[in-house]
């Protein structure tokens, strides 16, 4: 027959066994399996199939937290990234971060305007390269990888900065204002055509 000792003794250890899967399930799942969620919209590996929908591999752990951060907080305009940026917790973006910037970018497979890749590269190189450095192809300096985005996505988003549904860097907006200035609207799209035949 157990004592009183006993018998406390072994609830206390079944409670604790009992507990134990419980601690273990509190865990942040891995970056990785994170991720996988955003593998319906942004594609396997961060590299999007829909032109309306920016590939994410090879962006900034800093580039992909701003922009979670601004998500989460309504600052940027989304139809569903807004509350799926609340879903997750600070250390969770951060895991997902390091995994997003440890990929490769990869170039969408999208036509482009071979007659608009010369002019579009002399627009970048006036107007953008300081900050989109190599062509666009950078994702230092926290400024986004513009080369092999798709162009529709690319599109909307010139449309937010200049609807003021998506914050813009004082610098970006003096240089996209002054090159819309001297060479007219068409000059985004322009542009456009030269991040989109670097595939």
């Known amino acids: 027959m157990y004592s009183i000792n006993n018998r406390i003794g072994l609830m206390l250890a079944t409670t604790a066994a009992l507990l134990l899967p419980a601690a273990a399930q509190a865990k942040d799942p891995s970056a990785e399996m994170m991720a996988n969620t955003c593998v319906g919209c942004h594609g396997n590996k961060g590299v999007s199939n829909g ?8 962006m900034s ?3 992909f937290m701003d922009a979670m951060t601004e998500y989460a907080s309504n600052e940027r305009a989304s139809s569903i990234m ?6 997750y917790s600070k250390s969770q973006l951060e895991s997902m971060s390091g995994y997003f910037a440890k990929l490769k970018a990869k170039g969408a497979r999208q036509p482009f305007d071979k007659s608009k890749v010369s002019a579009g590269a002399k627009l ?5 390269e300081k900050c989109h450095e190599d062509g666009g192809t950078s994702a230092e300096d926290d400024a986004g990888i513009l080369a092999g985005q798709w162009k529709t ?17 004082k610098k970006m907006k003096k240089r996209v204002s002054e090159m819309l200035k001297k060479k007219g609207q068409g000059s985004i799209n322009t542009v456009n055509e030269y991040y989109a035949s670097q595939q």
């Not at 807004?82 to 879903?87: L, V």
């Not at 970048?124 to 953008?128: E, Q, S």
């Not at 599109?155 to 914050?167: I, K, L, P």
Request: charged fraction near 25%; proline fraction near 8%.
């Open 153 to 169: 996505y690319l599109g909307y988003a010139m449309e937010d900065f200049h609807a003021e549904r998506r914050s813009v860097p």
């Open 124 to 128: 970048h190189k006036k107007y953008c």
């Open 51 to 58: 032109p309306a929908i920016p590939s994410i591999a090879g």
């Open 82 to 87: 807004g509350r799926i940026a609340r879903g």
């Open 61 to 63: 752990a800093s580039y």
